[in-house]
């Protein structure tokens, strides 16, 4: 299993960023998928996640500035970042959970994990 991410940098305050997840072996379409992030010193948290059938799920402070979506046809999620701030700061994490984990939380029970990339909102 291999989950790449790309896309993160540094933005000033305001701006825009769009996160990719290239996804492989696994069943991609069948899975849900996630972004989480983890600030310096903070506790990794859920961004937003999408479910296999399409359904998505934000975390209140990313709510009406990220879009998560998805093409099955490429095996890639993407997390579309904008009016970011600087506390959005940190590294952004793809994750996927397959379709035999619990699914009863939206941010719980994530199996496979990238290793991260980061997004630094500064002037």
């Known amino acids: 299993v291999q989950l790449v991410e790309s896309g993160g940098g540094l933005v000033q305050p305001g701006g825009s960023l769009r996160l990719s997840c290239a996804a492989s072996?696994?069943?991609?379409?069948?899975?849900?998928m996630g972004w989480f992030r983890q600030a310096p010193g903070k506790e990794r948290e859920g961004a937003a996640t999408?479910?296999?059938?399409?359904?998505?799920n934000y975390a209140d402070s990313v709510k009406g500035r990220f879009t998560i979506s998805k093409d099955n046809a490429k095996n890639t999620l993407y997390l579309q970042m904008n009016s970011l701030k600087p506390e959005d700061t940190a590294m952004y994490y793809c994750?996927?959970?397959?379709?035999?984990?619990?699914?009863?939380?939206?941010?719980?029970?994530?199996?496979?994990w990238g290793q991260g990339t980061q997004v630094t909102v500064s002037s």
């Open positions: 994750a996927a959970r397959p379709p035999w984990a619990d699914r009863r939380n939206w941010y719980a029970n994530f199996v496979y």
């Open positions: 999408i479910d296999s059938d399409g359904r998505t």
């Open positions: 072996g696994f069943t991609f379409s069948s899975s849900d």
